[in-house]
């Protein structure tokens, strides 16, 4: 059992940062592929960021890449999502997830999800 817990989020402008973190309660947290998703008013939930378990590949959402940086600390346990040039759209519930691979935590098998941190955007 893995506990994934988010926090970070805020009311921002737009054009602002942010930086959502997430710890995992795991000592085996170097196993697990940990990614951002997120979930906007009357949406379903979709792929932010991910990173492999030593951090060696990243993957981002066609939206968020460039203006957004993914990053872990397997020492700490955490994944840190640095988010720059917020805008409007990027507002949403932001959960952290823990997979086994970035396949089944695309397809949401088996991940572990932390409650959600809410990022709000104003224009």
């Known amino acids: 059992q893995v506990q994934v817990n988010e926090s970070g989020g805020g009311l921002v402008q737009a054009g602002a940062s942010l930086r959502l973190s997430c710890a995992a309660s795991?000592?085996?947290?170097?196993?697990?592929?940990m990614g951002w998703f997120r979930q906007a008013p009357g949406k379903g939930k979709s792929f932010v960021a991910s990173i492999t378990w030593r951090g060696g590949s990243t993957k981002y959402a066609e939206s968020t890449e460039g203006r957004f940086n993914i990053s872990r600390d397997n020492a700490l346990h955490t994944v840190d999502l640095q988010m720059n040039n917020l805008k409007p759209d990027d507002t949403a519930i932001y959960y952290c997830?823990?997979?086994?691979?970035?396949?089944?935590?695309?397809?949401?098998?088996?991940?572990?999800w932390g409650r959600g941190t809410q990022v709000t955007v104003s224009d």
């Open positions: 997830a823990a997979g086994v691979t970035l396949q089944t935590m695309l397809m949401d098998r088996g991940n572990y």
């Open positions: 795991t000592r085996t947290f170097v196993n697990y592929v």
